[in-house]
């Protein structure tokens, strides 16, 4: 087993150093936007996963069963991952080579959120401000990520790993080149945040580029 863990700890950090170079050394221009930026998102880290919390209304006029499931949220922390990595309940060396190199498919991971500042308390997390066009772009790229059933219905992968939680099947293939950090970075620049979905391997590149964003929230009239 050893020899397994380290080739994994030594491709992680490849990729953490890789992803640190890039986001710092990379030019990126800011896209513009005109329109009020007051519906405000979050990306939170947790330690190699970078994932969202949004405010669930868009996310629930495109997937009503979410509403039915978390009929209490305000809000939705929404991450993508390998199915076995991330439902696992203990850690491998040989699920994570097996998720980077030959993942048996993917998982949606949601869990409603109805009292935001408490669920973001102590947590690695960097928040922004979208316009409503970006945020329902999000919330489309978000929900074309669920897998569907016959019925056009999510597809239930079992309970979810912490809170009100629930896991779903998705679309996409996890790699070691397409990984949950990749796809938060592709949600993230669908908003029109300036970043790199193809080099934001890790979680501290997608938190460092929303960190950096100029896209601050407007305040209510």
């Known amino acids: 087993m050893f020899p397994y863990f380290k080739r994994v700890v030594v491709v992680l950090f490849t990729l953490l150093v890789l992803g640190w170079l890039i986001h710092f050394l990379w030019p990126q221009a800011e896209r513009p936007m005109t329109a009020p930026a007051n519906v405000?998102?979050?990306?939170?880290?947790?330690?190699?996963h970078a994932g969202l919390l949004v405010p669930a209304a868009?996310?629930?006029?495109?997937?009503?069963?979410?509403?039915?499931?978390?009929?209490?949220?305000?809000?939705?922390?929404?991450?993508?991952?390998?199915?076995?990595?991330?439902?696992?309940?203990?850690?491998?060396?040989?699920?994570?080579?097996q998720a980077m190199f030959a993942s048996q498919?993917?998982?949606?991971h949601v869990v409603g959120v109805a009292d935001v500042p408490r669920f973001l308390k102590g947590s690695d997390s960097a928040s922004l401000c979208v316009d409503d066009a970006a945020y329902q772009r999000m919330a489309s790229l978000v929900a074309d990520s669920f897998a569907r059933s016959a019925q056009g219905q999510p597809e239930d992968a079992g309970p979810g790993i912490y809170g009100d939680s629930q896991f779903y099947i998705a679309?996409?293939?996890?790699?070691?080149?397409?990984?949950?950090?990749?796809?938060?970075?592709?949600?993230?620049?669908?908003?029109?945040?300036?970043?790199?979905?193809?080099?934001?391997?890790?979680?501290?590149?997608?938190?460092?580029?929303?960190?950096?964003?100029?896209?601050?929230?407007?305040?209510?009239?």
Not at 76 to 96: M, P
Request: glycine fraction near 10%.
């Open 105 to 108: 498919g993917s998982v949606m």
């Open 171 to 221: 679309n996409g293939r996890y790699s070691a080149l397409h990984t949950c950090n990749r796809w938060t970075a592709s949600v993230l620049e669908a908003a029109g945040i300036s970043i790199s979905p193809r080099i934001s391997l890790t979680a501290s590149s997608v938190l460092g580029a929303a960190r950096s964003s100029t896209m601050a929230c407007t305040p209510s009239p």
């Open 40 to 48: 405000k998102v979050h990306i939170i880290g947790n330690g190699w």
């Open 58 to 97: 868009a996310i629930n006029a495109r997937l009503p069963t979410l509403k039915q499931r978390f009929p209490a949220a305000t809000h939705y922390e929404i991450g993508w991952g390998d199915v076995g990595f991330y439902r696992a309940k203990t850690v491998t060396a040989g699920l994570a080579m």
